[in-house]
């Protein structure tokens, strides 16, 4: 039979209630035990390793261990310098250079180096114009007039021939001469639009206004926010779907495989008309399809339930 503890087993504090070694989470950490603990030897290099659980000291012994490599740490590091590039003597004041890929020591003798020479941007330019046969010479810029205001302007040379080579002379001439006037016809205010947008609304709202009542493309009668006759009720609609086999009556996929139950819908949109001949199952899917193209629709809907009633 086990002895019962009465005393925390790490810092010796008087147990109580259900607590059966320790006196607290502190005491139970398991870092706590780590750090009691002795630190072990690497098994590679023989380094005292930096806490309990590891058995090397870094990364590199764990790759010698791995890889079966028995040589001694000096060993691998001369012969990972044999293996390094060389590193390049500066071209300026003739030091070794800090890493192999520059060709520098220091700024101070890159910028020497580069004092009096044309700028790296230059020698390209020199370089496509010998290939275009322009003997060598840089291109120049030349002076146009703006299509708006008549004044003369500069274009530098690297936006000649380009897509960057404007016809305006500043930002503002941009703006008008890429943009028209316009007039809401709701409010009566005048803004001005890009030619590629061609607003017809000053805003949002406007825009909302325009669209209300027979102008919005969904518009059937105007009837929609009145509320359902008291006949429509759950019983009505399970009548209807039982009669269609709890089937989309337009895909014909089966209720109990889709997200959410199928909806009763009136064919000539009219909500007041509960005959069986008006009232038809459709998915999701197919329900909000329904809410375009009303002159297409009742017609082919009621095609389905004629069918259905001759079946």
Not at 66 to 87: F, H
Not at 162 to 176: D, G, Q
Not at 228 to 249: F, S, T, V
Request: with cysteine.
């Amino acid at each position: 039979m086990a002895i019962k503890r009465t005393q925390c087993k790490r810092c010796g504090n008087a147990l109580t209630g259900d607590q059966k070694a320790f006196c607290s989470w502190k005491c139970m950490s398991p870092n706590q035990e780590r750090q009691k603990l002795p630190r072990k030897k690497c098994l590679t290099c023989g380094k005292t390793c930096k806490n309990s659980v590891k058995i090397y000291c870094s990364r590199k012994c764990y790759g010698i261990a791995m890889i079966g490599i028995k040589r001694s740490p000096e060993a691998i590091e001369k012969a990972a310098a044999t293996r390094r590039k060389p590193r390049r003597k500066c071209k300026v004041c003739g030091k070794e250079c800090p890493k192999p890929v520059h060709i520098f020591c220091s700024r101070e003798c890159n910028t020497k180096d580069r004092k009096g020479k044309p700028p790296k941007a230059l020698l390209l330019m020199l370089a496509s114009n010998r290939k275009n046969g322009n003997q060598g010479r840089p291109a120049k810029g030349i002076n146009k007039t703006c299509i708006l205001c008549s004044t003369e302007f500069y274009v530098k040379p690297g936006r000649v021939g380009t897509s960057r080579e404007t016809v305006y002379c500043s930002k503002e001439c941009r703006y008008v001469g890429l943009t028209i006037n316009h007039s809401c016809p709701i409010c009566g205010k005048a803004f001005r639009t890009t030619t590629s947008m061609d607003k017809t609304w000053c805003s949002h709202k406007c825009s909302s206004v325009a669209h209300r009542g027979k102008a919005n493309p969904l518009y059937v009668h105007g009837k929609g926010h009145l509320p359902y006759p008291l006949e429509w009720r759950e019983g009505l609609r399970r009548d209807i779907r039982k009669q269609w086999a709890n089937r989309c009556a337009i895909c014909n996929r089966q209720e109990s495989t889709l997200a959410k139950r199928l909806s009763v819908h009136h064919i000539d949109y009219d909500k007041n008309n509960l005959a069986n001949a008006n009232l038809i199952p459709l998915c999701n899917r197919c329900h909000s399809a329904t809410n375009f193209n009303h002159a297409y629709w009742p017609a082919e809907l009621s095609k389905l339930v004629s069918y259905k009633q001759v079946i």
